[in-house]
Nanobody
Framework: EVQLVESGGGLVHAGGSLRLSCAVS????????IGWFRQAPGKEREVVSS????????YYAYSVKGRFTISSDNAKNTVYLQMNSLKSEDTAVYYC????????????WGQGTQVTVSS
């Protein structure tokens, strides 16, 4: 059974930090890129960052570049999203997803974790 389980969301003040985790099971980790997406109320889901597990290639949306860092622990089949200097506009439900290629079609989604940044 394929599972992507997010954790680490919560409430934080603007300027603070959070680290999200995405634990993956049920497929070969190195065969996929793992992406972080977010969806704020009334807005479309957007990609935030993605990492190709096999070689560590990363992508960041312009809005988070320099503030967020994506990393993977291949031994633990886990991808992390370190979020620093959080802003109120980062408030959203954050999802991790498995993609066959970096920024490609999503094959599997996690259930999401809420991140709320208070101003």
């Amino acid at each position: 059974e394929v599972q992507l389980v997010e954790s680490g969301g919560g409430l934080v003040h603007a300027g603070g930090s959070l680290r999200l985790s995405c634990a993956v099971s049920g497929f070969i980790f190195d065969d996929y890129a793992i992406g972080w997406f977010r969806q704020a109320p009334g807005k479309e889901r957007e990609v935030v960052s993605s990492i190709r597990s096999s070689d560590g290639t990363t992508y960041y949306a312009y809005s988070v570049k320099g503030r967020f860092t994506i990393s993977s622990d291949n031994a633990k089949n886990t991808v992390y999203l370190q979020m620093n200097s959080l802003k109120s506009e980062d408030t959203a439900v954050y999802y991790c997803a498995a993609q066959r290629t970096l920024l490609g079609f999503v094959d599997y989604w996690g259930q999401g974790t809420q991140v709320t940044v208070s101003s």
